[in-house]
């Protein structure tokens, strides 16, 4: 390995860990109703860089996944919401 591609692998690595560690901060700091959109963006950024970078659409089964995922959070968001609502009933 050459010194300008161990210098990227370093420069990768630290992006990723500032980027990791910014994201839990934020999510024990932010309002949950705002930041979550941005952890469903992750799972967008995620199926578009795998096609784009390594030529890998995801099969149904990912697909499926994915879209439990996003719709439990729009769930649990609406319910959230509910509950807040003055004159609103809970569960």
């Known amino acids: 390995m050459r010194a300008g591609e161990i210098?990227?692998?370093?420069?990768a690595t630290s992006a990723l860990i500032f980027g990791y560690l910014t994201s839990v901060m934020t999510m024990r700091i932010g309002e949950i109703a705002f930041v979550a959109p941005f952890r469903y963006m992750a799972l967008l950024w995620t199926l578009v860089l795998g096609?784009?970078?390594f030529d890998e659409l995801p099969d149904g089964l990912t697909l499926?996944?994915?879209a439990l995922v996003v719709a439990t959070g729009i769930f649990t968001f609406w319910r959230e919401r509910r509950?807040?609502?003055?004159?609103?009933k809970g569960p």
């Open 51 to 53: 096609w784009a970078v």
């Open 64 to 66: 499926f996944g994915a």
């Open 83 to 88: 509950v807040r609502l003055p004159g609103a």
């Open 7 to 11: 210098l990227m692998i370093l420069g």
